[in-house]
T-cell receptor, first 111, second 112 residues
Framework: RKEVEQDPGPFNVPEGATVAFNCTYS??????FFWYRQDCRKEPKLLMSVYSSGNEDGRFTAQLNRASQYISLLIRDSKLSDSATYLCVVIPYNAGNMLTFGGGTRLMVKP | ETGVTQSPTHLIKTRGQQVTLRCSSQSGHNTVSWYQQALGQGPQFIFQ???????GRGNFPPRFSGLQFPNYSSELNVNALELDDSALYLCASSAGSGEKLFFGSGTQLSVL
């Protein structure tokens, strides 16, 4: 079983749609959680951290459920520029900043 | 721009050859991490260097090795290249283990 699992997609949605991605992780001792965005064959870029209380950044909302070992990302009012691969990232306890990435979920937003 | 530069941007090698990839970290950063990203997959952690010492390693064979220099730049060396080593190799630097990572734009390695 992979340490971090994501539905690879692709998710094809029209502009303005709301889309949600999910991610599960296997290490219950994981301490930090993030969503990264990656455009085609470029470097991953930090989108947002994920906190137990849930957090929002504009159109993006992230949630963490430690009991179920589950992370989500919600994108409202999708834009064409949101088309990318979204990577779920987990840092196990005591692993400093050594990131464990999921396989990524590809999003395509269409006019 | 993150201030992390990698060279070369693209590289083609044949099976069995050796390759060296280079990374210049952002000014003031003493920690460098390397990741391998195969097509269609997420990046996989190879190893991390802190102040010229390896301080963490992922599930990669010994033919993947690295160095960090006194100026905190780094090299990734891969010996006896295999076809499955074809991937995007990403370098990331940080001001310490536990600090935010800044990724370079990667080196695309093709092994034929």
């Amino acid at each position: 079983r992979k340490e971090v699992e994501q539905d690879p997609g692709p998710f094809n949605v029209p502009e303005g749609a709301t889309v949600a991605f999910n991610c599960t992780y296997s290490n219950s001792a994981s301490q930090s959680f993030f969503w990264y965005r990656q455009d085609c064959r470029k470097e991953p870029k930090l989108l947002m951290s994920v906190y137990s209380s849930g957090n929002e950044d504009g159109r993006f909302t992230a949630q963490l459920n430690r009991a179920s070992q589950y992370i989500s990302l919600l994108i409202r009012d999708s834009k064409l520029s949101d088309s990318a691969t979204y990577l779920c990232v987990v840092i196990p306890y005591n692993a400093g900043n050594m990131l464990t990435f999921g396989g990524g979920t590809r999003l395509m937003v269409k006019p | 721009e993150t201030g992390v530069t990698q060279s070369p941007t693209h590289l083609i090698k044949t099976r069995g050859q050796q390759v060296t990839l280079r990374c210049s970290s952002q000014s003031g950063h003493n920690t460098v991490s390397w990741y391998q990203q195969a097509l269609g997959q997420g990046p996989q952690f190879i190893f991390q260097y802190y102040r010229e010492e390896e301080n963490g390693r992922g599930n990669f064979p010994p033919r993947f090795s690295g160095l960090q220099f006194p100026n905190y730049s780094s090299e990734l060396n891969v010996n006896a290249l295999e076809l499955d080593d074809s991937a995007l190799y990403l370098c990331a630097s940080s001001a310490g283990s536990g600090e935010k990572l800044f990724f370079g734009s990667g080196t695309q390695l093709s092994v034929l």
